[in-house]
C-alpha cells in the first residue's frame, strides 16, 4: 500500500519516526507530510535520511514561523494532499488545525481518508466533545486510536455509532530517540529528585508540584522541570523559581534527555 501519514504541526515526532518506522517493516510506502520544527529534529533527520521514506516539509509548526506563514505553509500542505491524493490507498490525517481549510479537501479525499486520533478533543478544550474533531470523524472511512483508552473515551463522548469504523493500534514504550531502544525502567529503591520532562503547556499539570516544592523539608530531594515553557506560564515559573525549583527552559537536545533518563530520580 501507498500511505501518507500528516503530522502538520509536527506535534508527535516520535511518534511519527515509530510508526512510519512500523509501516516500512510491514512493505508499505509512506509519504510523511510534517513542518519544520526547532525540537525532535534528530526524528525528522532519521526520516529524512531513509530513502524509503518520502518526508513533504513544510513551514507550519509555530516554532518556526510566524502565524502568517503558517498559515499559507498548512494551505500550501493541503493542496499537494488533494492534488496527489490519486497516490495513495489510504490518507492518515490527525489534528485537525485549521477548520475551514481543511473541509473541502478532507471532503474530497474521504473514501482514503483514516483518522488518527491521540485525544478525543484538543489540549486545554473545556467540552467534553469538539466540533471540528467529530466532523473529521464523521468523514474518515476509519478511526485509528493510538491506545485502547483512547477509543474508548472517544466513544463515550462522541457515541457508539463510531465503533464500528474504529480500530487500535497500541505502540507501547517508544524510543527517545532513533538510535536507541526502548529505556526499561527497573524498580528504584532511593531517587535523590523528582523530575518533569515535557514541553510545559497550561494543560499538563506541572503546577501540581508546586505545593510540594514550597512545602517539602530539606532532605535532599530536588524538584526539576525539564522542557520548554509556554510563554502564559511566566508567573509560574517564577514561583517555582522561588522556591528553588530547578528550572530548565529549553528543548532538550538528544544527549541531555539521555543523561536525564539514566538518572535515579522519579
Not at 500500500?1 to 509536527?10: P, R, T
Not at 479537501?105 to 491521540?118: E, T
Request: hydrophobic residues 40%.
Amino acid at each position: 500500500m501507498k500511505i501518507a501519514l500528516v503530522d502538520l504541526g509536527s506535534f508527535v515526532l516520535p511518534y511519527d519516526f515509530h510508526f512510519v518506522k512500523g509501516l516500512v517493516r510491514n512493505n508499505h510506502q509512506v509519504t510523511l507530510f510534517c513542518s519544520a520544527t526547532i525540537y525532535n529534529n534528530e526524528f525528522l533527520n532519521a526520516l529524512l535520511s531513509d530513502t524509503s521514506v518520502e518526508c513533504r516539509i513544510y513551514d507550519v509548526s509555530s516554532s518556526t514561523s510566524s502565524p502568517l506563514r503558517s498559515m499559507l505553509s498548512y494551505c500550501c500542505a493541503l493542496r499537494e494532499i488533494y492534488r496527489r491524493q490519486g497516490e495513495f490507498d489510504s490518507i492518515i490525517f490527525q489534528f485537525p488545525k485549521v477548520w475551514p481549510a481543511e473541509i473541502p479537501v478532507l471532503f474530497s479525499i474521504r473514501n482514503k481518508l483514516d483518522f488518527l486520533i491521540h485525544n478525543p478533543v484538543p489540549h486545554g478544550h473545556v467540552p467534553i466533545t469538539h466540533r471540528p474533531t467529530k466532523h473529521v470523524a464523521a468523514l474518515a472511512k476509519r478511526l485509528i486510536f493510538a491506545s485502547d483508552f483512547s477509543k474508548r473515551d472517544f466513544t463515550r463522548r462522541y457515541g457508539d455509532d463510531f465503533e464500528r469504523k474504529s480500530i487500535c493500534l497500541p505502540h507501547g514504550a517508544l524510543a527517545p530517540s532513533p538510535n536507541l531502544d526502548p529505556f526499561k525502567y527497573g524498580t528504584c529503591t532511593y531517587f535523590d529528585a523528582i523530575i518533569y520532562w515535557s514541553n510545559v503547556k497550561p494543560y499538563k499539570g506541572v503546577e501540581l508540584l508546586l505545593p510540594l516544592a514550597e512545602g517539602r523539608t530539606n532532605e535532599g530531594l530536588t524538584i526539576e522541570i525539564h522542557g520548554k515553557w509556554d510563554r502564559s506560564l511566566r508567573n509560574l515559573k517564577s514561583k517555582f523559581l522561588a522556591a528553588n525549583v530547578v528550572v530548565e527552559d529549553r528543548y532538550l537536545t538528544q544527549d541531555a534527555l539521555e543523561r536525564l533518563l539514566s538518572r535515579s530520580a522519579l
